[in-house]
């Protein structure tokens, strides 16, 4: 079993930057797939941004060239650097992780075997 902690949410201006942390228990973390996902209130959850065991990096097309995920697999942990945020982005945001490898990319939730309890991060215009 591989539990997700979430941190770094909070509240910010837009224009503002938050980089949000996902600590994995497992120590077969840098075989792992991992995936940061939001649900803003009323909506469905989405598809942020996925980080492959590789290295590689994709994104939704909201947002390109404001977000990047990392990973530092010496401490388990993927992080998601939010920059120019905008109301929009106001959602609890989830990490995932994959820990089984696969040709398919993780943009759909069904992906990934374990979540994350979330941390909510608010957008103030």
């Known amino acids: 079993q591989v539990q997700l902690v979430e941190s770094g949410g909070g509240v910010v201006q837009a224009g503002g930057s938050l980089r949000l942390s996902c600590a994995a228990s497992?120590?077969?973390?840098?075989?792992?797939?991992m995936g940061w996902f939001r649900q803003a209130p009323g909506k469905a959850r989405e598809f942020v941004s996925t980080?492959?065991?590789?290295?590689?990096?994709y994104y939704t097309n909201s947002v390109k060239g404001r977000f990047t995920i990392s990973r530092d697999n010496a401490k388990n942990t993927v992080y998601l650097q939010m920059n120019s945020l905008k109301s929009e982005d106001t959602a609890v945001y989830y990490c995932?992780?994959?820990?089984?490898?696969?040709?398919?990319?993780?943009?759909?939730?069904?992906?990934?075997?374990?979540w994350g309890q979330g941390t909510q991060v608010t957008v103030s215009s």
């Open positions: 980080i492959r065991w590789s290295g590689n990096t």
């Open positions: 497992e120590r077969t973390f840098s075989s792992f797939d």
């Open positions: 995932a992780a994959r820990t089984t490898r696969t040709g398919l990319l993780g943009t759909f939730e069904d992906f990934y075997d374990y």
